[in-house]
């Protein structure tokens, strides 16, 4: 992998974003208008090569000569057009032109984006390293941009590697995402396989990894359109062959994809709901029930409904890793159902539960439940210990001054022992275990369970920047908020009978 390559590249595209941004072009569009022009110029450089031209993409490479050629309102009007016709197919190709827009107004700037940014750089003789990893740092500086909300999609690459390492993905596994975002699980396991297995892996196993091993569904099309690019720079999937990202509400039906691993990070915003315009004009939010008979309870909570359609989704045997936010792990009434039916149903086996700082969606305390699926056993439950990892207390992180990092959770994969029989695992002083009895005993199943102190708050001595307690007094107001809706919410519903332990 070339560092200096990728950090070049970066920088030369994200140079001009600063120019844009005089335009009212928020840096997610801007990475949004780099990714429509980058698959047409590679479009371009694989329909145009001398030896083996890809002929599927000359109407792509067409088009990128056509704007080459083009200027000024003539420029402007062309592009639009190509994006809309584009956006009708039913390949990748259509995935990455669904819905597209010209955000760049001046035809102009819109001409030096093409000519002087990206026509002069050879993309498909950059190596898939290079291209990926440039391409993710764009991502990365995407979510970095908080007006726009984007961050809410885009999951710390050093908390996925982390994950990744523990549930160790194999080339016989079937790897899904539901609510994949900009695809950081999916290219983790997809590199994770190829690293591990490299050149042991059968023709049909690379045919299986590149062609429908990994996938995902994304809700939002502007976020689905960069995830199935950033799958494509990594050199997975076809640009004329089917979709791996589908764009649609994964919560609205049961999937029609069993894998045998799911790695997901669903949404932060608790209520699922939809935009309705009235004959007047006015849009108002209407929140969902997704009423589903593969689901335990119905219930407007979205992430208690990516549970449950995480739940249903796994094959057998299964496994799954997920992000969730605290008022999963102790929220009445419907999440203390869905919760007696976990620990009873799935091997909930450990908990590992993240520190705030981490996420460029602020206001979040979040956990990662690992949990795996097994056949039909009515008279015992499946859980017989959570291990429950504090990475919370006592640890600060920030977007800028102090990222998390990959090597920040060595010590979680090295307690969680990959590959091992959990009875092999030993308590720490971060690592607990509970039994299932412990767990079904506490106050409506609640398993937001702490047990440390953390020693900046009770010693001077070891106070924290002015900027980390700032910050984490934001995050602390934002989280308590959304637990009094929580609460507030469950109050509203009416009362379940509880299952028996």
């Known amino acids: 992998m070339s560092t200096a390559e990728t950090r070049r590249l970066v920088a030369k595209l994200w140079n001009y974003c600063d120019v844009l941004r005089d335009d009212g072009v928020s840096t997610i569009d801007y990475v949004e208008q780099l990714t429509l022009l980058l698959f047409l110029k590679m479009g371009h450089e694989r329909a145009s090569r001398k030896s083996f031209p890809d002929l599927a993409l000359k109407p792509v490479g067409d088009a990128w000569q056509l704007l080459m050629d083009l200027d000024g309102q003539e420029l402007e009007d062309t592009y639009s057009y190509v994006l809309q016709e584009f956006g009708h197919r039913k390949d990748t ?13 001046d035809p102009a700037k819109l001409k030096k984006l093409i000519v002087d940014l990206i026509d002069k750089e050879e993309w498909s003789s950059q190596g898939v390293d290079v291209k ?5 740092e764009l991502l990365a500086k995407g979510a970095e941009d908080v007006k726009s909300g984007a961050g809410q999609y885009f999951t710390p690459r050093g908390l996925i590697a982390a994950i990744v390492d523990c549930v160790r993905p194999s080339p016989d596994d079937v790897v899904c995402d539901p609510a994949c975002g ?14 591990r297995y490299g050149s042991d892996l059968t023709p049909e196993q690379r045919d299986k990894l590149a062609g429908g091993g990994v996938s995902g569904v994304e809700l939002v099309d502007g976020t689905a359109r960069l995830a199935a690019m950033n799958m494509l ?12 990202i589908e764009v649609r509400d994964a919560l609205a039906e049961p999937s029609h994809v069993y894998p045998s691993l799911v790695l997901a990070n669903p949404p ?4 699922s709901s939809i935009t309705i315009v009235g004959l007047d004009g006015r849009a108002s939010r209407e929140d969902i029930e997704y009423s589903r008979l593969d689901f335990w309870v119905t219930t407007k909570n979205k992430q208690l409904n990516f549970v449950q359609h995480i739940a249903s989704m796994l094959g057998i045997p299964g496994r799954a890793a997920v992000v969730l936010p605290d008022n999963v792990l102790f929220e009445g009434g419907a999440g203390e159902t869905i919760r007696r039916r976990l620990l009873k149903q799935f091997d909930v086996h450990t908990l590992l539960r993240l520190p705030t700082g981490i996420f460029y969606a602020g206001g979040v305390k979040a956990n990662v439940l690992f949990f795996d699926k097994k056949p039909a056993r009515p008279d015992l439950p499946w859980t017989s210990k959570l291990w429950v990892y504090d990475f919370r207390t006592g640890q600060h992180f920030t977007l800028k001054q102090n990222r998390l990092t990959r090597e920040h959770l060595d010590d979680f994969v090295k307690c969680y022992r990959p590959g091992e029989p959990r009875e092999n695992r030993n308590e720490t002083e971060r690592f607990k275990a509970f039994t299932y009895d412990e767990l079904i005993a506490r106050d409506k199943v609640n398993l937001d369970i702490t047990w440390l102190k953390d020693q900046s708050l009770e010693d001077a001595d070891s106070l924290l920047p002015p900027e980390v307690i700032a910050r984490e007094i934001v995050e602390d107001l934002t989280a308590a908020l959304a637990e009094f809706s929580a609460i507030a919410d469950a109050l509203e519903q009416p009362k379940e009978a509880p299952l028996d332990g």
């Open 132 to 136: 990926g990893d440039a391409y993710e």
């Open 233 to 244: 720079l990594h050199g997975i999937g076809r640009p004329t062959g089917r979709s791996l």
């Open 93 to 105: 190709l259509g995935v990455i032109f669904r819905k597209a827009q010209n955000r760049i107004q």
């Open 182 to 195: 900009t695809g950081g699980f999916l290219l983790a396991a997809h590199d994770y396989i190829q690293r």
């Open 268 to 271: 932060f915003g608790r209520k």
